[in-house]
Each structure stands twice: as C-alpha cells, then as structure tokens.
C-alpha cells in the first residue's frame, strides 16, 4: 500500500477592472426568478454570491423574512458585455441560468439552495433583502465588494439594523409578490448612472407576471465613454474594458499596442484593423464590433500564432472580418472557417488557386458516411465541413468573411458512423497508420480563438459515444510530408487547437456527438500539436531519439482508466520520413500514441516499438518524468533484444542501435509503484533450456514462487503462468520446444533470459 499525493491545481482569474456597485442591478424579481442587467463589461471568471440572507457586521444572518437561499454565479470564457440581461430561474428549488431568447447565457449557477422571498411591502416585521457581492467566497465578509443590494421591504429599518449601502433599489409602494421595473419605457439610451437612479425610484417598479416577462432590451445601451483611433493617437484615452473605441485610421497591434474595449468596437469606412500573429494577438472586445460598409479586420496567422477575437462577442455590419494565414509548409492542410464564406472567395498570392475536379483537384471534403475523401465546388460553404487542402509552395492564404457570418455560438457535430472494411483516411498518397478504420469524422474548430480540448473534454455532456482523443494532420511532421498526431486531454495536458484547424475524432457508433460550447474557445494555444503539460495529472513522457528525429509518448494515471484501450488513449499515427515508429501496446493488442493507466496499481508493463528506416542508426530512449513529483514510481525499460535492463527514474536515458533483427515489440517498460535494485535483473542468475517436452528454469537456490511468461522473438506474450522452485529449479510442461524470452517476475524480484 502506498500514500497517494496529488497535486492540486488552483485556477486564479484575474480581471481588468474590480467590479464596482451597480455594475450588476437587479430589475425583475418573483417567487420564482430573478433578472439582472449587466451596467458594465464583466470579465469572465468573475464570481457573484448572491443571497437573500444579512451581514450583520461579523456573520450571516437569515433574511428578515426567514430565508436563507443562496446561489454562485461565474461569468463564462469572454465575460458578460454590459446590457446583457441574465435571467436566474428556479429559485424554489435548485438555482439556475436560463437559456435561449435574449437572456446571457454563458454563466454557470452553482452553491444553489432555495430562496424563500416574503414580499411584504413596507412592513417593518418581515421584508427580503438580496445581495449580489464579489466576495473571495460566499461566506466571506461582504463589506467593500457589494456589486447590488435590493431591499424589498422598509429600508429605514433595514438600513439602521445591517448597515445596508447606499446603492440598494426599495420596493415603496406595494406588496407586490412580483415586482418588476422598466428602466426605459422609451427605449433610449441611458448612462450607468441614470440607469441605477432609475432602478432607485420606487415609484418605477411595477407588478408583473413574472420576471422573465420584461421585455428586453429594457435599456437601449450604455452609453460608455468613447475614444477615437485617427491613425496615430486616442482622443480621449486608451480604451478599456469600460469604454467605447471607434477605430477611424489604420491600427496595428504589433506597433500600436494591445487593443481592450468594454462594450462597442466600430471600424469605420475604408479603416483596417490589423491583428498581429505574434505581438498583442488577441483583440479583447467584448461587446458589439461592428465593421463599416468599406471596414475590415484583419486577423493574421502563422506558425508564430493565430489572432484571436472574442467568440462570445457580436458581429455587425457588411464590412469584412479577413484571415490571412500564412502556410509556410507545402503538402496537404486541414482547414475550415469559423464562419459562413464560399471556397470562391478564398484566395493566395502566390500562384495557387482551387482545382475542384479532375487530376488537378488540390480540395477535397471528408465524408463521414463512406469514410473517404470527395470532390467539392466552389460554392461549397468553407465553413461547414473540415477540408483538405494541397499546397504546393508557401502561401498566403486570404479568407474573407462578412462580419454578420462569423459564429458566434455553440456548435454540436451529430457524428456519423461507417466502417471502411480496409479503406480508412488519408491524403491521398499518405496513408493512414493505425488498424482501426470505422468512425471517423473530420470535424472544424467553430470559433474565431482557439478551442480548448481540455476544457471541452473535462466535462463530460460534451462528448456522447465518441473517443476523448483528436487527431490533427500536422504538416511539419514525417520530414516535412506530414503525419498525424494524436492527442487527449487527460494524458497529454493543455492543447488548444488553432482557428480554421479541421481535426478528425471518433465516434464508437451512430449515436456519436460532439457538443463545442462556446467557453471551450482560449485566446492562446498551440499551433498544429505543440503540448503544454499541466500539473493536476501525473504523467511522465518517453520520447525516442532516431539519428536526431524525435516522437515522444505520453503516459498518464487516472482514476477511470484501463491498461486495455480506453477513451483517454489515442491509435498510433505516426511514422514515415525520418520520423521513427515509436508507440505502446495496451493489455488487449491495440497500438496506441498516448496511453492513460489506472491511478491505483502495484505493477503495470507493456511493451514499446521503436523502430525507424535508418538502419544502424543510433537511438534513444528518455525519461521526463518532472509532473510524478509527488506520484511514487520507478520506471525500468527491459530491451528483449539485447537483454538490457535500465532504471530510468535513476538514470532518465537508455541508448540502443536500430536493428531490424530486433524484435517489432523490441522494449518491456515496466512500472512499480515500489523499487526494484537493477542487480535483481540480472540475466546471468537466471538459466532456462529444453529438456523433452518441459522447460527447466533454473534460478540458484530459489524456492520461491513467480510469474512465468514467455514471449516469442517478436516480443509478444504466448503463455503466462505461475511456477514454484525447489532447491532453485523448476518445471514447466511444454508441447514443443520452445525458443524465445522467459520472464519471471513476483513483488519483488524480476528475472529474464532468452532461450535459442
């Protein structure tokens, strides 16, 4: 038995602008439902608890009226833009976000118990006070971080008892069991200040039916402060998150600086935006941006980065949101765009154009339900399937989109499910690597930003009867002919897939779904299938060196996992070029590129291929084992070729020559959760030849019991069992004589020895 210590990961959101009172009021109230409108941009990961219980200076109390209920709210990836409305529904029961129509959405209500109002007008004995505050946790003393408080009920008492802030709205004049108000019958705009002044009348609220019967929007804008880019300077300031920018000369980020707005971004006529790859590369508007009839952003991209824009924000006018993707590497691509534009418009600069038909097509669409590759026109909608795309050079690839095209919402993919019967994917001449050929599906990265698979894949209504990996057609893979690489969540760490990647996931039947909601998207990632690791999991990495060609292999630990292939493992791709073979075996026979093993264990092995067409080529083998820091593991690579065995937690490298006589499954890695002393290993304690039909082991003086198991010369297990020596021998019955490895192996020793 063995303590566990994981190590835990802390997520600490940090925002432009502390949230300030008023910055969330509430204008609709019932038994049942509470709205809020947004007065300015929100962040996202800010946090509000709101309650209808009391601070009374040291502690919580219940509301005057006896209830307690309570309910978290987090702002999604993208925050909420000011004038939003959210609407909190459910509050008998269990608190919650309501979706659809014009109400935010991208919210999540946790910590919800029931509220319980009492509505009881000017009535000094019981009244419902509700405070929204911004606390370090619900529990927390409130003072300084109120961002509303409505008392429905006397104020005077209220306020002298708790103390309660200025900034609180009182229902006056009724005993209303719903209570509404209408901040701008009229419909126009309004300040931050004239809106809460409003909100601050009693005599403006109203019965209704219920909350959500307001109609929105109550509040035309917010009219926040503007500022103006004339091409060389602000006339009013730097814009941020709690103001308005209108862009009215030529602005670039990597020379201008990094752009924030609050609410509205407009591009005026004949005006580019430009948004670097590489310098100040993500545009943070979160509101409305707008572009003019002749405006344009453009949004650069490359193997240094991809500009990103706020998926979460809304798109206006007929002016055009531009991709200019820079493809440095010739071959074939995977693209898709994160918007409605037909392949005609797409253009390059460097002589290419889109061949649809015949030996010149160089585009091709994915078709799940045969599993091949199919011809397509130019008035195909590029941002409906993945495409595969052949350059022939390096390119610069111009992809215009209208602005009121771009998504700006969540995606589901109902995925197909076929069985090529020998025919799976590829791009054209290259071919497709692993043996497992049905379920296919090449699906696109729907938003303007990176799309986040961790995010995606760590909450599980987002993938129905689909394996959690992503394969990615990465052009700079094989020597520069391309490969695929595969990826997963839980074993590889955090990945963000590029905006316009088309990538291809796998649905185990026709069920098969994958859901992208929009806070799935990141402003960073990396480009084709670069990996960061993150420290809540514990992993180590091998990566196979061949004559300075490199693939590296991850392992993981989880509690849900398999040693046979699970959903978290991905199918070897790999290989070709200078590029060595270099992949794992589960307990069931599949090769895999990235392999998660049950958290809990005493021993797990499986056996490692690497090979490379470099024969002779020196190789090696290392060990990164930085992220099992507090995870005890002693990692050993036994090689059935030579017969060499290596600790590599002690010494992190083995080294070895390509041999195409070594066995396909040439490597035993072993793993204990105790260790084992390398002398315990040695060959030459262990004999084993034929005798008749029996195999005699012979181990010097032994009378204990093992596990057998011999492997033929190819490295694969042909028979397991249990043997028991006496006076250092034992016996075991065999139908022929055998040729091949003998392993043997109990807690605490291990033992192996070929057999010709």
Not at 591 to 615: G, H, M
């Amino acid at each position: 038995m063995y303590k566990l210590i994981l190590a835990v990961l802390v997520f600490v959101g940090f925002t432009a602008r502390a949230q300030e009172p008023g910055d969330l009021a509430v204008v609709g109230i019932s038994t049942t439902e509470m709205m809020y409108i947004s007065l300015a941009y929100i962040p996202e990961g800010t946090v509000l608890h709101i309650t209808e219980r009391i601070w009374n200076g040291s502690s919580w109390d219940p509301g005057a009226d006896g209830g307690s209920g309570n309910t978290t709210i987090t702002i999604g990836a993208g925050g909420m833009p000011a004038n939003s409305y959210i609407l909190i529904e459910n509050l008998a029961t269990t608190p919650s976000i309501a979706t659809g129509g014009n109400y935010f959405s991208n919210a999540v209500a946790s910590n919800g118990t029931s509220f319980s109002f009492d509505f009881q007008g000017n009535n000094t004995g019981t009244c419902t006070i509700l405070t929204v505050h911004s606390a370090s946790t619900f529990n927390s003393d409130p003072t300084g971080t109120y961002i509303w408080v409505i008392a429905l009920g006397n104020f005077n008492v209220l306020g002298s008892t708790y103390g309660i802030p200025e900034n609180c709205a009182v229902n006056r004049s009724n005993n209303a069991n719903i209570t509404t108000t209408s901040l701008s019958p009229s419909g126009t705009s309004a300040s931050k200040d004239e809106a809460l002044n409003y909100i601050d009348s009693g005599s403006n609220w109203t019965n209704g039916t219920t909350a959500s019967s307001l109609s929105v929007p109550i509040i035309a804008s917010i009219d926040l402060v503007n500022t103006t880019w004339n091409g060389s300077s602000w006339d009013n300031g730097t814009p941020n998150t709690s103001t308005d920018a209108f862009i009215a000369g030529a602005y670039n980020t990597a020379t201008d600086g990094a752009l924030t707005v609050g609410d509205s971004l407009t591009i005026q006529d004949g005006v580019t935006l430009t948004v670097d790859d590489a310098t100040n590369s993500s545009l943070l508007a979160y509101g409305a941006i707008h572009t003019n009839t002749s405006g344009t952003i453009v949004l650069e991209g490359s193997n240094s980065g991809y500009a990103t824009i706020p998926s979460s924000a809304s798109f206006s006018g007929s002016g055009t949101i531009q991709y200019q993707i820079q493809v440095n590497e010739a071959g074939w691509h995977h693209f898709s765009a994160p918007g409605t534009v037909t392949l005609s418009n797409i253009s390059f600069n460097n002589g290419m154009s889109l061949s649809y038909s015949g030996a010149t097509a160089n585009i091709y669409a994915w078709d799940a339900t045969t599993s091949g590759w199919v011809l397509t026109s130019s008035g195909a909608n590029f941002g409906s399937v993945g495409y595969a795309i052949y350059f022939p050079s390096a390119q610069l690839m111009t992809i215009p989109i209208t602005a009121t095209n771009m998504n700006n919402a969540q995606e589901t993919d109902a995925l197909s499910y076929h069985d090529p019967a020998g025919n799976p994917p590829g791009n054209s001449a290259t071919g497709w690597t692993t043996g497992v050929e049905d379920g296919w599906n090449l699906v696109r990265n729907p938003f303007p930003e990176y799309l986040d698979w961790d995010l995606l894949d760590n909450d599980g209504a987002n993938l129905s009867n689909m394996d959690a990996a992503v394969y990615i057609w990465d052009p700079t893979a094989g020597s520069g002919t391309g490969a695929y690489v595969s990826y997963s969540s839980a074993v590889g760490g955090a990945f963000g897939i590029s905006p316009i990647q088309a990538f291809f996931v796998r649905s185990s039947n026709s069920s098969g779904s994958l859901i992208k909601p929009i806070d799935s998207r990141a402003t960073s990632g990396n480009e084709y299938l670069g990996k960061t690791e993150t420290s809540d999991i514990p992993r180590f990495r091998l990566t196979a060196t061949v004559d300075g060609f490199t693939k590296t292999h991850s392992f993981a630990f989880l509690k849900d996992a398999s040693t046979n292939k699970d959903r978290f493992d991905t199918y070897a791709f790999q290989g070709g070029g200078n590029i060595p073979f270099f992949y794992s075996t589960t307990a069931d026979s599949i090769r895999v590129d990235n392999q998660a093993w049950p958290i809990n264990f005493s021993t797990i092995e499986t056996y490692l291929s690497c090979f490379s067409t470099k024969e002779g080529a020196n190789a090696t083998i290392t060990l990164d084992d930085d992220q099992l820091t507090y995870f005890p593991l002693n990692i050993y690579l036994l090689d059935l070729h030579t017969m060499n065995v290596v600790d590599l937690t002690a010494q992190r490298s083995y080294a070895f020559v390509i041999d195409s006589t070594a066995p396909v499954q040439r490597f035993r890695l072993m793993t204990f959760s105790t260790g084992i002393e390398i002398p315990e290993f040695q060959v030459s304690e262990l004999a084993a030849h034929n005798a008749q039909d029996q195999l005699v082991l012979r181990l010097s003086e032994s009378s204990e019991t093992f596990t057998c198991q011999l492997l033929n010369w190819n490295g694969q297990l042909i028979h397991e069992t249990d043997v028991t020596f006496s006076q250092g021998e034992a016996r075991l019955p065999t139908s022929k004589r055998f040729e091949g490895i003998v392993i043997l192996k109990n807690a605490k020793e291990y033992y192996v020895v070929k057999v010709l």
